[in-house]
């Protein structure tokens, strides 16, 4: 009822509303402790307003469960990559991504153009269609690649990114490379605007595949020390069985 009031309640609508609100209102029972009446917010066991509420409800109405079919867990948190990426691929999927479309539909007064190229900034412009980007891209080695004339929204640039395979050059095995590519052209974005440096297109390719292969060396190093820890560890593990086991016979 809550949900039809808000999003169907105007001037014109209110009389057909209540008409067919009518049996439901009749339901209520009024409480018999003779209160004032106040505004409560329903989502807190409380009724005060708490961010973890406001947070959680924001959530629910980016992403309405049963209403979006992206696959979350595939295209973002099951990535084999440094969490801080993640965060920001959720960040960008989300519409959290402070680019100049963002800024304009939050009213803020600054310029929603790509200091690139002039063209409206949006997270899909910054990522994929700026000229800058589609060189980075091209000077990127792998397979599959996206191009900007075949993909039309994020979630299609996160869903064809699953299908890129690295190519010999990188020295990759396991991490796909493009978080790394998002994650330094955003970072060379910034840099542009703000401190008005300019990397090239080689060099954000280059940085980003040098940051995907330190990370992949160390993911895999802490990987073996855990199996190392594992087999150092389990015979005492084994031993402290058997010897429960047997002062319990005993
Ligand atoms: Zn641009």
Redesign the pocket.
């Known amino acids: 009822m809550a949900r039809q009031l808000r999003f169907g309640l105007t001037p014109g609508s209110l009389p057909r509303l209540l008409y067919v609100l009518w049996d439901l209102i009749l339901q209520i029972i009024p409480s018999s402790l003779n209160k004032e009446d106040e505004l409560v917010w329903l989502l807190d066991k409380s009724g005060t307003f708490t961010t973890k509420s406001g947070y959680a409800n924001s959530r629910l109405e980016l992403h309405p469960p049963g209403l979006d079919d992206f696959p979350w867990k595939k295209c973002i948190w099951n990535i084999n990559t440094a969490p801080k990426l993640r965060h920001f691929l959720w960040r960008a999927k989300s519409g959290a991504l402070p680019v100049g479309s963002l800024l304009q539909s939050r009213g803020m007064q600054a310029d929603p153009r790509?200091k690139?190229?002039g063209?409206l900034e949006t997270p899909l412009?910054l990522l994929l269609s700026?000229?800058?980007a589609v060189q980075v891209w091209q000077e990127t080695p792998a397979l599959f690649k996206p191009t900007a004339d075949s993909i039309s929204s994020l979630s299609e640039l996160l869903l064809s990114n699953t299908k890129m395979i690295n190519l010999p050059p990188t020295g990759l095995a396991s991490t796909p490379l493009y978080p790394w590519l998002y994650w330094h052209l955003w970072k060379s974005r910034n840099l542009f605007i703000f401190e008005d440096k300019a990397w090239t297109a080689s060099e954000v390719a280059l940085k980003a595949i040098h940051d995907a292969r330190v990370w992949e060396k160390a993911s895999r190093a802490s990987h073996y020390v855990k199996i190392k820890l594992l087999i150092f560890f389990s015979p005492f593990f084994f031993s402290f069985l058997v010897v429960r086991n047997s002062s319990r016979d005993s």
Request: glycine residues 0%; aromatic residues 12%.
């Open positions: 790509c690139r190229c063209a412009h700026c000229p800058f």
